[in-house]
């Protein structure tokens, strides 16, 4: 079975957020399972020809090699990829990112073809390569190259669909039919690439099995819930995992101290003390709470800021870390000064502080009101950080609520989303810190929280070979 793995971000080349871990985790994953993997990535600018010793196939190909066997592809054409930003600048995105993408999942069918790289399955990440299944059956319906070719669009996060103006269709040389009321691109006036994608697609999956629910629901679908509840056979749900190479406290070189389950009360503690050390925050024995994230009206810092704010008489400490939206960065940034030996805020990403921020904090911040699936409290399980979540997508699958009764689960969550109710279990999570005890087996069981990608892998490989068998689920 040969998989071509297309996303338009990846680790260890270039990365803006959880799509780049993912695409650059789950093919090694594939390859440990004997699954042939081909990957196609955009060469943009920051990938540098000799730091990732790539190879020039052609004008508009070069070649990189993964993990000493996986061949990556990298489309070139620096009209389009040689700029500062993958998506978009201070101004927002770039105007012709229908131009960029289009050129780049054109050029994954060129480049198969070229190179005779016969592939069993595409697989396609988002809206930047959902334009691959449609040529694959508009353009080359009747190539005999791509007779038994199959393809798979992962979505990542519905809210972001590549819309774009309806006067752009001509640049697609699609027919005009698909753009008229009802067909595959059409949305409320406007070009949807994610749309046509998913319709076109032979199978489409998603990164939890509570997210493909949600996403059948107006509430959650962004505009095409009726398009998930038409596709044939439904949207898969697997969950993502995360690479323990990077993450583990028993081998994270960028922590203050290394820690194991068996010694983690002390390894914690000086990793706390060193992050309220080098962040001007009082050496206290107060719970500490910590957030690595996006800044937007998603992730919840709305809530944080009000459910915190309103817990003046409680004795504990916040450090966040997060760059987006300026109005909440400001907010963020009066927050921190007004309580600067309580609070701490970092208008960046940097990620020897994001690891010790999982390392050195008591509990993980993740209120978002959808999420996908979310990679923070799965890290946050494996650091013994124990996370506070909202009920929604790939959150309920992988936090278990703690019960003070039989010490069973491993993080906090609250179904309700209003800063009361999140106030109301960071509150209840204080007094669970204050239990040493209790609140050691908490930690404990945090610990054996096991996210690996190997199994979801193992999924995956059901899931390709369900397609190419026409059998009906995995």
């Not at 390859?31 to 990938?47: A, C, H």
């Not at 970092?346 to 979310?374: Q, T, V, W």
Request: aromatic share 12%.
């Amino acid at each position: 079975m040969r998989i071509a793995f297309c996303s338009s971000e990846m680790v260890p080349f270039v990365k803006t957020g959880g799509l780049g871990d993912v695409s650059g985790s789950l093919p090694l994953a594939l390859d440990r399972l004997g699954i042939e993997i081909v990957i196609f990535l955009p060469r943009y600018k920051q990938i540098d020809y000799e730091v990732h010793q790539l190879v020039k196939v052609d004008e508009h190909v070069s070649m990189a090699i993964l993990n000493k066997k996986i061949k990556v592809y990298l489309i070139e054409q620096d009209e389009y990829f040689s700029r500062d930003g993958l998506y978009g600048d201070i101004h927002g995105d770039y105007k012709d990112n229908l131009e960029r993408f289009q050129f780049f999942s054109l050029g994954v069918l060129e480049t198969i073809k070229k190179l005779n790289v016969h592939v069993d399955i595409i697989h396609c990440h988002d809206w930047q390569t959902a334009l691959i299944p449609v040529y694959l059956k508009e353009k080359y319906a009747e190539d005999a190259f791509f007779k038994n070719t199959k393809t798979i669009l992962t979505v990542h996060n519905l809210s972001f669909q590549g819309i774009f103006p309806r006067d752009k269709r001509e640049h697609l040389g699609l027919r005009e039919e698909l753009f008229s009321l009802g067909a595959a691109f059409e949305f409320y006036g406007m070009i949807n690439l994610l749309k046509a994608g998913m319709i076109y697609s032979d199978k489409v999956s998603t990164v939890s099995k509570q997210y493909a629910k949600e996403i059948e629901t107006e509430e959650y679908g962004c505009g095409l819930d009726g398009v998930v509840r038409s596709l044939k056979g439904g949207v898969e749900g697997i969950i993502n995992g995360v690479d323990y190479k990077d993450w583990h406290p028993e081998t994270d070189g960028l922590i203050t101290k290394k820690y194991a389950q068996a010694d983690f009360e002390e390894g914690k503690l000086l990793n706390k003390r060193y992050l309220q050390e080098s962040l001007g925050l009082e050496p206290s024995d107060a719970p500490l709470f910590g957030v690595v994230t996006r800044l937007s009206h998603q992730k919840g810092i709305d809530l944080i800021l009000t459910a915190t704010q309103a817990l003046v008489d409680e004795d504990f400490q916040l450090v966040i870390q997060g760059i987006g939206n300026k109005e909440y960065d400001q907010r963020l940034k009066k927050y921190a000064q007004d309580r600067s030996r309580k609070v701490a805020f970092l208008p960046n990403f940097d990620e020897k502080m994001a690891h010790r921020i999982y390392a050195g904090a008591d509990f993980f911040l993740m209120p978002s009101s959808f999420e996908p699936c979310g990679l923070s409290q799965m890290i946050s399980l494996r650091y013994g950080t124990v996370p506070i979540v909202f009920r929604t997508g790939g959150l309920i699958e992988t936090v278990i609520p703690f019960d003070l009764d039989v010490i069973h689960g491993d993080g906090f969550a609250f179904t309700e989303y209003t800063p009361e109710a999140f106030a109301k279990v960071i509150k209840k999570a204080i007094g669970v810190f204050h239990n040493k005890s209790t609140f050691k087996g908490l930690i404990a069981n945090a610990f054996k929280a096991d996210f690996r990608w190997d199994k979801s892998a193992l999924q995956y490989q059901r899931m390709y070979r369900c397609l190419l068998s026409d059998c009906q689920g995995v």
